[in-house]
């Protein structure tokens, strides 16, 4: 199984900052099949990314994706106030479909 | 617009069972592959089990397998997820969600989800 680890659980931030999560994997994701999930509360996953670095249909270009092997990222450029949230790696390359334990990004 | 509706979350005790729906529309149903994702409350996201369109091919996580069965009707747009011998770790939000490919198992639509509480 594919251990996906986080960094850091929690991102302090201000509005206009840009934000940097980390996605660990134990082993290489096969073929970068990669995706990154947003969650707010009470609300269900919002898909954001896959293949490691294709935005979902929707998603604002203030969001990218990147790496491959075992290390990934997501970048926000400049956060907006409907941005904080917390946010999921998950890989499909390898069953068990495994995802990271979460990054919260908070208002500073 | 796609749409994903889940049914069928209660209480049960530890040791029982329950049959989780989920209703979709909006999309060509037999042509995607669909899942159950669970979340525990206040912590994160566990993927539960997957089914291919056609329903030939089923899949599930090591914490279920034996006890949970996924299965589909096309005919009726839905996915369901058979739960027995519910344990008091089960405890969760069960979320369906769709592939965004046929043979890919990551999510592009979720439902709102479905609580089940496993409590004696």
């Known amino acids: 199984e594919i251990v996906l680890t986080q960094s850091p659980d929690t991102l302090s931030l201000s509005q206009g900052e840009k934000g940097i999560l980390s996605c660990r994997a134990s082993?290489?994701?096969?073929?970068?099949?990669l995706a990154w999930y947003q969650q707010k509360p009470g609300q269900a996953p919002r898909f954001l990314m896959f293949g490691a670095s294709s935005r979902a249909t929707g998603i604002p270009d203030r969001f990218s994706g990147g790496g491959s092997g075992t290390n990934f990222s997501l970048i926000i450029s400049r956060l907006e106030p409907e941005d904080f949230a917390t946010y999921y790696c998950q890989q499909y390359g390898s069953s068990p479909w495994t995802f990271g334990q979460g990054t919260k990004v908070e208002i500073k | 617009e796609v749409q994903l509706l889940e049914s069928g979350g209660d209480l049960v005790q530890p040791g029982g069972s329950l049959r989780l729906s989920c209703a979709a529309s909006g999309f060509s149903f037999s042509t995607y592959a669909m899942s159950w994702v669970r979340q525990t409350p206040g912590k994160g996201l566990e993927w539960v089990s997957s089914i291919t369109g056609t329903g030939t091919k089923t899949n599930f996580a090591d914490s279920v397998r034996g006890r949970f069965t996924i299965s589909r009707d096309n005919s009726k747009n839905t996915v369901y997820l058979e739960m027995n011998n519910l344990r008091v770790e089960d405890t969760a939000i069960y979320y369906c969600?769709?592939?965004?490919?046929?043979?890919?198992?990551?999510?592009?639509?979720w439902g709102r989800g479905t609580l089940v509480t496993v409590s004696p």
């Open positions: 969600a769709k592939s965004r490919l046929s043979n890919l198992f990551h999510f592009d639509y």
């Open positions: 082993q290489s994701v096969p073929m970068n099949y």
